[in-house]
């Protein structure tokens, strides 16, 4: 009879141990709470809703057409209709100091050109101090908005105006640092 008992002294010393032993895993193991307190302690992304500060460099074709450089850095909300829907797409996930090259297509930057919004207007409807040139960009007040014309052509009583962003049917190339996000 004793050696029963001993064996189930045995037995409920190694039961306890083992308890023991997974208490002890449970207690050191991080917690699910424990790591989404760590994530929220990470760096921020780029998401909806978030205030970004970016360094960039346009180029259409080759040629740098816009750029942050000597002016700092363009901030705006993302989600807030600021900027073209593909360059928005583009940096969401993005980290502060992260760097990122892409490109956007006309449909998700400045459109297809739209063959209606050019149109033929007499030249006497120029502002009397402009000497019309194909290629001006002139201001225009659009639906309460200062809208960019382009002048495409010069004829011998009438100009030839183009509504369409001047970026319109072009492919864009980004290159993008992300400075800041609040």
């Known amino acids: 009879m004793k050696r029963c008992y001993v064996k189930?002294?045995?037995?409920?010393?190694?039961?306890?141990?083992?308890?023991?032993?997974?208490?002890?895993?449970?207690?050191?193991?991080p917690s699910e709470g424990a790591e989404k307190k760590a994530k929220k302690g990470s760096s921020p992304v780029v998401s909806e809703g978030k205030s970004v500060k970016v360094n960039y460099t346009l180029k259409v074709d080759g040629k740098v057409v816009?750029?942050?450089?000597?002016?700092?850095?363009?901030?705006?909300?993302?989600?807030?209709?600021?900027?073209?829907?593909?360059?928005?797409?583009?940096?969401?996930?993005?980290?502060?100091?992260e760097k990122?090259?892409?490109?956007?297509?006309?449909?998700?930057g400045y459109g297809q050109e739209n063959p209606k919004a050019v149109k033929e207007v007499p030249i006497s409807q120029m502002p009397a101090?402009?000497?019309?040139?194909?290629?001006?960009?002139?201001?225009?007040?659009?639906?309460?908005?200062r809208v960019p014309v382009?002048?495409?052509?010069?004829?011998?009583?009438?100009?030839?105006?183009?509504?369409?962003h001047p970026l319109a049917g072009k492919t864009?190339?980004?290159?993008?640092?992300?400075?800041?996000i609040k």
Not at 75 to 96: D, N, S, T
Not at 100 to 108: A, L
Not at 129 to 145: F, H, R, Y
Not at 172 to 180: A, G, I, Q, R
């Open 172 to 180: 864009l190339n980004f290159d993008v640092e992300v400075v800041e």
């Open 150 to 164: 382009r002048i495409q052509e010069v004829r011998k009583d009438t100009v030839v105006l183009n509504f369409n």
């Open 66 to 97: 816009d750029s942050s450089s000597g002016r700092g850095p363009l901030e705006f909300k993302v989600g807030g209709h600021q900027m073209i829907p593909g360059f928005e797409k583009a940096v969401l996930g993005m980290k502060a100091g």
């Open 129 to 145: 101090n402009v000497t019309p040139k194909a290629g001006m960009i002139l201001a225009a007040e659009k639906d309460g908005q």
């Open 100 to 108: 990122k090259s892409f490109k956007v297509n006309p449909q998700d």
């Open 8 to 29: 189930r002294r045995n037995l409920t010393l190694i039961v306890l141990l083992l308890g023991f032993i997974s208490a002890l895993v449970f207690i050191t193991s």
